[in-house]
């Protein structure tokens, strides 16, 4: 008895097995093409006297095989046996046949059926697992370029959340464990319920039991499965997978094969080192916003004390009795300039830290460059006392739409770097034009220009040139502060010396609004 | 102006003892005479009971926000009031002059720059004194009374837009007028963020009263915050003091 029950189980799971490629389409489809091979074949037979017909029946059988799977062509052989006794063999409307050379005709049909039947699936599931394995090696391949290109913890949750998504082939939610509120997002538009999130912070937090997996129906009687996505480490993530509403039985087989899929992505993304990758861009980001809060604030301690020795320096430089004596009177400049400087490098350190602090949101509004221009000259008169400055811009430049505190920042940079690396009496020129889409401003200088590799690290953050550090102070920090606040309002710079001691000329380019020329004609009514 | 009698008096508002002192001394020198407040509560009562001709506002007080006094004193009083504060952020200079400051220095400051600002406001208020109609800026002379804006001797055509954009900010010659106040008088609250009207008007305006509009001397940008004219030319009879 076990033993028949056994076997009637094996039966059962195999039928299962083999009608699931086409499943009850492919049943029906199957005997569809068999009833038009019949249909056919009983039309022709008034036309032409026809040899023995069963043959025919192979081609649906076949087309079944590959189409639907070996189940449905099981049944096109049998209806086609049946098609062929009932319709065509004597006695016709009846299953019985008369002539046992038919009768073993159709046995050979019934064999051949059956094998080309088992061949051509065989051959149908193999492509599929080819086109699969190509699919999923495409897939993985999409995966880890995502993942070098991530920047973040949350670049990395979310190649992780995209791959899984893909390779599930469902909706799939991923939270990370550590992230600031844990991410809520699913990839998909809806959000996760509410009760699969309780889940999620259990297994978060450690109650509930993340490696076997925990499955949960929402309000809508979607079941959802919730597991992390190594069993080893939470860092990886807990994700929630959205089954839909399934029987028992088949979300059995999804869930298998969910295990499958999430024990191989666990598995690659360990060996990537993602783990490591994770725990590392966490640190860096950790210590970056630590000194960046550090640099704050010791800035703002600093500026305190610095206004007061500044303000008192200034007084003392046009006191009377100081102005009288001249040695005490270059003293009381160097306590002025110095405080002067200090203070610009103190509003440099607080600049960085806005650029890195991702606070830098520009705020934009329509401005005549002339304006700018002027702004970052005044600003920095006194500086460049011993320059000659020359501006030349066109009377009649487009409006741009730009934050103008920040260009102005950043032209003064400019402007500092021309007067500091130029001899003292040389000329700045400041020029602007309309070029194209876009509008340049440059300012050159006849100073120390670049050298080859100045060039290639102008743009970094703290770099100095090599010929400069003893000779003249400074951050690093003025040129790449430039090119970060040109940046936020979609401009470029670029710098360009025809060599050594030959000058310097850098240049902004901003964006000219394309509906600037509409504005102002209609403004100007 | 170092006749006690005639020494316009400033009030100095700042927590900070070290910057009080800088304070006194600069002013001192250039002739005024500085009383002092370390908070808020004392700036108010200085500035009633006391005889004050400009204060000077830290806007980081221990007990009230430097605003705050702003616009206590502001309920009384038309005092130029120039605020000191760290921050230098262009919104928060928006705000301030539209609750009636009268200029804004942000530090670390030079002596000499807050002294400059300091004789434009008091300037300012002693031609609000004296009811002249006629404001002299460089070569311009825009007279309020009867319309008329002239330079040098050239009377010129304005159009209505830039003869009351003009207007307003000769009103308070000196004062800076923020973007948005400008568009609500002249084009109406709904256009109170389309900047670029603004824009081109002051480029047309510029183009007939400055000699150079390209380094305008006359009607001057504050970046991000507003416009403001020149300080008037001294009358003929303020100088014989």
């Known amino acids: 008895m076990p033993r028949i029950q056994f076997l009637s189980q094996m039966t059962i799971q195999w039928l299962r097995a083999a009608a699931r490629p086409g499943g009850t389409v492919g049943v029906l489809g199957a005997l569809c093409l068999v009833t038009s091979v019949t249909i056919l074949l009983e039309g022709m037979k008034g036309v032409l006297d026809l040899p023995p017909v069963v043959i025919t029946y192979l081609i649906p059988v076949l087309f079944a ?67 699969r394995r190509e699919k999923e090696i495409s897939d993985l391949y999409a995966f880890s370029r995502r993942l070098a290109g991530g920047h973040s913890t949350s670049d990395i949750f979310d190649a992780i959340e995209k791959h899984l998504a893909t390779v599930v082939g469902r909706r799939v939610a991923l939270f990370d464990p550590r992230g600031p509120s844990g991410r809520s997002e699913p990839i998909g538009e809806n959000d996760v319920p509410q009760k699969v999130r309780e889940i999620v912070a259990a297994v978060i937090s450690g109650h509930a039991d993340g490696g076997a997996g925990t499955a949960i129906a929402d309000e809508h009687g979607n079941h959802w499965l919730v597991r992390a996505v190594s069993p080893k480490t939470p860092d990886l993530g807990v994700v929630a997978i959205d089954l839909g509403q399934q029987t028992p039985e088949t979300e059995q087989e999804i869930r298998a094969r969910i295990e499958a899929v999430l024990y191989d992505a666990a598995s690659t993304i360990e060996k990537i080192g993602l783990a490591h990758a994770i725990t590392e861009v966490r640190m860096r980001a950790e210590s970056e916003r630590f000194r960046d809060a550090l ?46 400087r200090l203070n610009n490098e103190i509003q440099n350190l607080l600049d960085a830290t806005r650029i890195t602090g991702e606070a830098l949101q520009p705020k934009l509004e329509w401005v005549e460059v002339t304006d700018i221009v002027n702004a970052a000259l005044e600003r920095r008169r006194i500086r460049f006392g011993s320059h000659a400055v020359e501006v030349d811009l ?96 979609g401009g470029t710079i670029e710098a360009e010396s025809p060599g050594e001691g030959k000058g310097t000329t850098v240049t902004m380019r901003l964006p000219i609004p394309a509906n600037v020329e509409q504005l102002e004609s209609i403004s100007s009514e | 102006m170092s006749d006690a009698a005639t020494a316009p008096n400033v009030l100095v508002v700042d927590d900070e003892l070290q910057i009080r002192r800088f304070l006194r001394s600069g002013f001192e020198l250039d002739g005024y005479s500085v009383n002092e407040a370390e908070n808020g509560r004392e700036a108010i009562r200085a500035a009633t009971l006391r005889p004050t001709d400009l204060i000077i506002l830290d806007l980081a007080l221990p007990d009230l926000d430097g605003s705050q006094v702003l616009e206590r004193i502001r309920s009384w009083s038309n005092v130029p009031i120039i605020i000191l504060s760290v921050k230098s952020s262009e919104m928060e200079k928006v705000r301030l002059f539209e609750l009636g400051a009268d200029d804004y220095v942000t530090k670390p400051f030079g002596m000499a720059e807050l002294l400059a600002r300091s004789k434009v406001v008091l300037r300012r208020k002693a031609r609000a004194t004296t009811g002249d109609s006629v404001i002299r800026i460089d070569h311009l002379k825009i007279d309020l009374a009867a319309r008329n804006v002239f330079v040098g001797d050239e009377r010129l055509t304005l159009t209505p837009k830039e003869y009351r954009l003009l207007q307003i900010l000769a009103q308070y010659p000196g004062n800076v007028v923020t973007h948005q106040e400008l568009l609500k008088e002249i084009w109406g609250l709904p256009h109170i963020n389309d900047t670029h009207y603004l824009r081109i008007v002051v480029r047309k305006l510029r183009q007939k009263i400055e000699s150079e509009p390209n380094h305008p001397r006359i009607l001057l940008t504050e970046l991000g915050v507003g416009y403001r004219l020149a300080p008037p030319n001294d009358p003929p009879d303020a100088q014989a003091d």
């Open chain 1, 65 to 131: 095989a590959i189409r639907w799977g070996l189940m449905s062509a099981m049944v096109a052989t049998l209806a086609g046996a049946a098609s062929a006794a009932f319709f065509f063999y004597r006695p016709i409307h009846t299953f019985y046949v008369e002539d046992p050379a038919r009768r073993l005709g159709l046995l050979l049909f019934a064999i051949v059926a059956v094998v080309a039947a088992y061949l051509a699936a065989r051959m149908r599931r193999e492509s599929e697992i080819v086109r």
């Open chain 1, 295 to 340: 640099i704050g604030s010791v800035s703002h301690e600093l500026r305190t004390p610095l206004a007061s020795i500044l303000g008192a320096a200034t007084v003392l430089c046009n006191a009377p009795a100081v102005a009288g004596e001249p040695r005490l009177a270059s003293l009381a400049n160097v306590v002025r300039d110095e405080s002067e």
């Open chain 1, 394 to 489: 066109p009377n009649e430049m487009p409006l741009i739409q730009v934050d103008a505190v920040l260009i102005e920042k950043a032209l003064g940079q400019f402007l500092t770097n021309a007067a500091k690396y130029s001899p003292p009496g040389s000329k700045i020129r400041v020029r602007g034009w309309r070029d194209g889409e876009t509008l340049a401003l440059a300012v050159s200088d006849e100073g120390a220009g670049l050298t080859a590799e100045d060039s290639v690290h102008l743009g970094e953050r703290f770099f100095r040139g090599r010929r400069h550090v003893q000779s003249t102070p400074g951050s690093g920090l003025g040129f790449w502060i430039a090119n970060a606040f040109v940046a936020a309002n």
